[in-house]
């Protein structure tokens, strides 16, 4: 239905197999597009760069979003190859766990103004060095969830810190609109992936989405990757600033 030959999209965020920024890659590959594929450290490169070899990543290399430099080195070499970018996916957060485990409101400062950094900020930073990339216009995703907007339980200072990303968002979609980059947040339900296992009784939220989901399914990486494949295309040139659920449902039952 549509495609992404000649486009060349940098995604930032697999640690592994069952990533989803792993699946957005695959689906972005799918579909035609070049790849450029980061991971974090030393420590992820062995998990990571066998996963960017198989789909042919043009452009890999380390980028830990909070060393000084580190995202404009890579953005340097990447322009001096490329010349262009197309697409951005941003599928990297944290928090630290004793912040994560207790209540919002006991959360440190620290704690606090780490999590918005790595989740909210990078995305920023980010998307200000694709902008000068993106002269024919292009996308920029991120990752959400549904406790952005409601309460779940355990998922905690996460909230307001995905809160905080959606409005991004939108301001950043209406910021970027008239330079034709679309900006977007794409939201699935619980996922099994490294990130998630952090949470507290995970194991019940994903119990819970796939008993509450009318289609009783849990999402995968692949459900994520589609639709960021989609919104990456030509076609979803009109579309901006969404939050777009990815979750059988799962968000529309509470």
Known sequence: ????????????????????AWGCARALRAQGADLAVTWLNDKAEPHVRPLAEALGAEIVGPLDVTQPGAAESFFADLAGRWGRLDTLVHSIAFAPR?????RVVDCSAEGFALAMDISVHSFLRLIRL??????GGGTCLSVSFFGASRVVAHYNMMGPVKAA????????????GPAGIRVHALSPGPLATR????IDHFDELLEDAAQ??????????DDVGAMAAFLAAPEARNLTGGIHDIDGGY???A
Do not use: C, W
């Not at 239905?1 to 640690?15: D, R, T």
């Not at 004793?98 to 207790?102: N, P, V």
């Open 165 to 176: 990303l959606e409005s991004v968002v939108r301001y950043a979609a209406a910021e970027l």
């Open 1 to 20: 239905m549509f495609s992404l030959a000649g486009q060349k999209a940098l995604v930032v965020g697999i640690a592994n197999e069952h990533s989803i």
């Open 251 to 253: 968000s529309i039952t």
């Open 98 to 102: 004793a912040d994560l485990h207790g």
């Open 195 to 198: 990130a998630a296992s952090g």
């Open 130 to 135: 694709s902008e000068p990339l993106m002269t």
């Open 212 to 221: 509450r989901a009318p289609t009783h399914h849990l999402s995968t990486i």
